[in-house]
C-alpha cells in the first residue's frame, strides 16, 4: 500500500508563488513516476506534470516556463513549484504515483488565486 500526503497550498495573488511537496510512504518501488494533477470545478482532472525516477519531465503546455517539478528520491518527496499564478491556475492539485501498473492519490490541496 501507498499514502500521499500533499502540503503548501493555500490563496496567493496573481502573479505570486506557491510550493506543492507530497511525500510518499509504503510499499515504494526504486522505479516510479511522480506528479502532480488539477481539478477546477466543473472541469475534468488535468495533468500538470510528471517526473519519472532519473528521468525527464513533463508539462502541460498551460504551465510550461511557469511551473517547476522536482523530487527528491531518497525522501520520496515531489514538489512543485509554482510561479506567475494566474486566477486559472485554481483547483485542487492531486500528487500522484505510479508504479507497477498502479496509480495512487493524495487527498489533494486546494490552490487559490485571487486578488
Known amino acids: 500500500q501507498v499514502q500521499l500526503v500533499e502540503s503548501g497550498g493555500g490563496l496567493v495573488q496573481p502573479g505570486g508563488s506557491l510550493r506543492l511537496s507530497c511525500a510518499a510512504s509504503?510499499?515504494?518501488?526504486?522505479?516510479?513516476?511522480m506528479g502532480w494533477y488539477r481539478q477546477a470545478p466543473g472541469k475534468q482532472r488535468e495533468l500538470v506534470a510528471l517526473?519519472?525516477?532519473?528521468?525527464?519531465?513533463n508539462y502541460a503546455d498551460s504551465v510550461k516556463g511557469r511551473f517547476t517539478i522536482s523530487r527528491d528520491n531518497a525522501k520520496n518527496t515531489v514538489y512543485l513549484q509554482m510561479n506567475s499564478l494566474k486566477p486559472e491556475d485554481t483547483a485542487v492539485y492531486y500528487c500522484?504515483?505510479?508504479?507497477?501498473?498502479?496509480?495512487?492519490w493524495g487527498q489533494g490541496t486546494q490552490v487559490t488565486v485571487s486578488s
Open positions: 500522484t504515483l505510479k508504479q507497477l501498473a498502479r496509480d495512487y
Open positions: 517526473i519519472p525516477t532519473g528521468g525527464s519531465t
Open positions: 509504503g510499499s515504494i518501488f526504486r522505479l516510479n513516476v
